[in-house]
């Protein structure tokens, strides 16, 4: 498991990105909306133009949705781990 790995909050979903411009673009608008989020190293198993998600707890999944729909934020996707602990698409 790599190091990075132990910061992981369990159940935590994580926002991959293209690029970092949208990257802190999208951690501006989440934490102006008050919703807790850290700045992650993009997982080896996502495939993204940018080396930086964000992690927020799952039961923010609607808002941080609703703000990236709003606000037009450019995102690869949102990811959940599965049991295996690999992020896998909350659409997949």
């Known amino acids: 498991m790599e ?6 909050v369990e ?7 293209d690029s970092t411009q949208q990257a802190l673009r999208a951690e501006m608008l989440l934490e102006y909306a008050d919703i807790e989020i850290d700045l992650f190293p993009t997982p080896k198993e996502i495939t993204a133009g940018c080396a930086l ?18 606000e037009q934020v450019e995102i690869r996707g949102i990811f959940k781990l599965n049991e295996d602990q690999l992020y896998v698409g909350i659409d997949e």
Do not use: K, T, Y
């Not at 159940?11 to 990105?17: K, N, Q, T």
């Open 53 to 70: 998600s964000i992690q927020f707890p799952p039961e923010a999944l609607n808002d941080v949705q609703d703000i990236i729909v709003h």
């Open 3 to 8: 190091p990075w790995r132990d910061d992981i």
């Open 11 to 17: 159940g935590a979903m994580l926002i991959a990105f």
